[in-house]
C-alpha cells in the first residue's frame, strides 16, 4: 500500500492516519478468534484486568500463528517504512482487549515517553499501526486523539503505577488541558478491520469500556533499526530485542489461514 502525499502531509499535520476497512471480514475473523486463543492462555505475557478478565496480549506474534502473520504484513509495514525512511524493527506488539464492562482506562500519554524514559529508544523514530477487530464506537472505549499533539515533543510525565494493571508514564491534568486548547480531542472509530496509524509522540488515552461490547484493537509498535532501545529494563516480551529489519510477508497471507 503506497501513501499519498496528501496523506503524508495529513500524518504530519494531525499525527495520526485512519485506513478503514483495510482488512477484510475473512482476515478479520482469523485475528478475531486469534485474540480469543491467545486470551485464553495462561502465561506471562497475557495481562489480566483487575477484575480477572484479559487487558492485553503482549508479544502474541510470538506465539500465534495469525498474530506472528500480522506483524509482518505490507499493509502494516509498508506504510510504516515509509514514514520512517527505512527498515523497521518490531518494539512492542499487544492485543488489546478492553472487554465489554471491565475494559479498563489507558490514561492520557505519549509512547515514546515510556519507550524514551524506560527503554532509553534514542528519538521517536517509532510508531503505531493498529487493527481493529471489532468494530470501534463511541461507545465501547475508543481511543482519543489529541491532533497535531505530536509536535510538542516529549512533554513532562509522571509513572503511574496505581491506576491500571500496567504501568504508564502518563500526563497530569494541567498538560492534557493546555494540549486539548489548542488541538482539540478526536475518537476515530470505524468498522472492524479498519486501521489507524499514530506517531509515537502522539498524546492518547481510552476510557473505560462500560458498554456490552468488546473493543479488541491489535497494536504493532515499529521502530527504525537504528534507533534501537539501549536499555534492557522490562521484560523482553514488553520491550523486544529482536532489532533484525522485518521482511513483508504476501498480501494474503492471512487468508491461508481461513477455515
Ligand atoms: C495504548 O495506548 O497503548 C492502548 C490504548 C488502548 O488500547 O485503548
Ligand atoms: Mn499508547
Known amino acids: 500500500m503506497q501513501l499519498t502525499d496528501q496523506q503524508i502531509e495529513k500524518f504530519e499535520q494531525d499525527g495520526y492516519l485512519f485506513f478503514p476497512n483495510a482488512f477484510s471480514t475473512e482476515e478479520v475473523g482469523v485475528l478475531k478468534q486469534a485474540a480469543l486463543d491467545v486470551y ?3 502465561r506471562e505475557e497475557v495481562w489480566r484486568e483487575k477484575t480477572g478478565v484479559a ?3 503482549f508479544a502474541a506474534h510470538t506465539y500465534n500463528d495469525a498474530f506472528r502473520r500480522l506483524g509482518a504484513h505490507p499493509r502494516l509495514i509498508e506504510p510504516v517504512m515509509r514514514l520512517l525512511d527505512g527498515p523497521v524493527y518490531m518494539h512492542q506488539y499487544k492485543v488489546n482487549a478492553k472487554a465489554a464492562f471491565d475494559g479498563d482506562v489507558w490514561q492520557w500519554h505519549q ?8 527503554d532509553l529508544m534514542p528519538e521517536p523514530r517509532a510508531m503505531n499501526i493498529a487493527v481493529f477487530l471489532d468494530d470501534v464506537t463511541a461507545a465501547n472505549g475508543p481511543l482519543l486523539f489529541i491532533p497535531g499533539s505530536h509536535k510538542q515533543g516529549v512533554v513532562e510525565a509522571g509513572h503511574d ?4 494493571s500496567y504501568p ?3 500526563l497530569d491534568r494541567e498538560t492534557v488541558t ?7 480531542c478526536v475518537a476515530p472509530t470505524g468498522d472492524a478491520g479498519s486501521m489507524l496509524m499514530f506517531s509515537s509522540l502522539l498524546v492518547h488515552a481510552s476510557p473505560p469500556n462500560i458498554s456490552p461490547m468488546d473493543r479488541t484493537i491489535v497494536y504493532l509498535s515499529l521502530c527504525h533499526v537504528d534507533n534501537h532501545i539501549r536499555q534492557f529494563k522490562r521484560p523482553e516480551w514488553v520491550a523486544h530485542r529482536d532489532f533484525n529489519p522485518i521482511e513483508p510477508l504476501a ?3 492471512l487468508l491461508e489461514l481461513v477455515a
Request: charged share 30%.
Open 55 to 57: 487487558r492485553t496480549a
Open 111 to 118: 509512547d515514546y515517553g515510556t519507550w524514551a524514559r524506560d
Open 178 to 184: 493546555r494540549l486539548y486548547d489548542q488541538g482539540g
Open 251 to 253: 498480501d494474503d497471507t
Open 40 to 42: 485464553a492462555l495462561q
Open 168 to 170: 504508564l508514564w502518563t
Open 161 to 164: 503505577l496505581e491506576t491500571t
